[in-house]
């Protein structure tokens, strides 16, 4: 029979999450890239970044481009495959990646360096433009197409004029953003490290923790069908806050 390779990840860390159209899972872990084909009945993983030649360390953030390739960033920079095979297109170590509605990459060095990728240039927003703090890969496009970068000091919305920051001072919980995430209604979902708070109608709620209840970092978020969002946290597993603010029931195991 087939070996078990289900091993090559047991036990890493998992930071990212690709499904492609030839039904395989990429998977961005603590040891590098690995491919998982879920069609097959042992679903085998396979090293894939030992395949390709991206060099061992930790691969943090994966998507795939309008134009079919992926960017792959993590410890080892930012690299894009494609049926040409893999280039290295930058060598700082980064946090997220995403592709505009314009087309333009976008990709968040762990420095909190923001650099945009368009027509072949690089342009970089940092520090010198209000950028501040580390990243920690959250980032998203809204619906006006701004961009919002999450660092271990706020939370950043990157317009056509000056960058504005959501931080304790506007009336965030924590300033360390872990995830980000618009819903439908408009409203932005800040996960963060002591747990969960929402951006509505211009003022900042604390959803998690509630009165007398003690926090957990929100690290994910995923908008839930009906409103609201599911929501990844440290110790408290599966969190899940409808679009009215309150708490809603996860079902338990069995």
């Not at 990212?16 to 890239?33: C, E, H, K, Q, T």
């Not at 314009?102 to 923001?114: D, E, F, R, Y």
């Not at 940092?126 to 496009?141: N, V």
């Not at 504005?164 to 408009?186: E, F, K, M, P």
Request: aromatic share 6%; charged share 20%.
């Amino acid at each position: 029979g087939c070996p078990d390779t289900s091993d090559l990840v047991q036990g890493r860390t998992i930071h990212a999450l690709l499904p492609r159209a030839d039904a395989s899972l990429w998977i961005g872990s603590s040891r590098g890239l690995y491919r998982m084909h879920t069609g097959s009945p042992a679903g085998d993983i396979e090293p894939l970044g030992e395949r390709i030649g991206l060099p061992l360390g930790v691969v943090r953030a994966l998507t795939e481009m309008d134009d079919g390739s992926v960017w792959i960033v993590g410890d080892t920079g930012v690299w894009r495959y494609d049926e040409a095979g893999l280039r290295r297109l930058r060598d700082e170590s980064a946090e997220g990646v995403l592709q505009d509605r314009h087309g333009a990459q976008w990709t968040i060095t762990s420095a909190g360096t923001l650099l945009r990728h368009w027509r072949g240039q690089w342009q970089q927003l940092d520090a010198r433009h209000g950028l501040d703090g580390r990243a920690t890969g959250a980032m998203f496009e809204d619906r006006e197409g701004l961009l919002w970068v999450g660092t271990t000091h706020g939370l950043f919305r990157i317009a056509d004029g000056p960058v504005s920051a959501l931080g304790r001072h506007q009336g965030l919980r924590n300033d360390y953003v872990r995830s980000v995430l618009q819903t439908d209604d408009g409203v932005v979902w800040i996960g963060h490290a002591e747990g969960q708070s929402r951006l509505r109608d211009g003022s900042i709620e604390t959803l998690l923790p509630g009165p007398g209840e003690t926090g957990s970092s929100v690290l994910s978020l995923a908008a839930a069908r009906g409103g609201g969002v599911w929501a990844g946290s440290y110790d408290r597993g599966v969190l899940r806050f409808n679009a009215d603010g309150t708490r809603g029931q996860v079902p338990g195991p069995g």
